[in-house]
């Protein structure tokens, strides 16, 4: 693709036993890239949370990325809360990254 022939080595860190961090630095041709994604499980539900940060040459502007947050939980008298939100730095990062 755009990004060119690159390399990423994904690191998993175990933070406890409902929890974990996952980093993975992309070195590619025309970027520099942090992607992360944290992990947690509770008594009623769950959250993850993703995200990236870029430096590339696909784009003027110096630093692109997106953060993104998704959950489920159970509520009290049968509620459930669900969420997936996603904000971005511009409309091309998720198509050029994807």
Known sequence: GDLGFGVQVPYFLVLGPSRDLLLAPLVA????????????AFLNGD???RGAVSRDELRAGGVR???NAEGA????ADF?????????SD?????DYA
Do not use: I, K
Not at 29 to 40: G, S, W
């Open 73 to 76: 939980f159970r509520l009290p």
């Open 47 to 49: 959250l993850e949370l």
């Open 29 to 40: 041709a025309n970027t520099l890239t942090l992607e992360t994604r944290y992990r947690q």
């Open 65 to 67: 990325g997106y953060a």
């Open 80 to 88: 459930s809360l669900a969420f997936d939100l996603t904000v971005v």
């Open 91 to 95: 409309d091309d990062y998720l198509d």
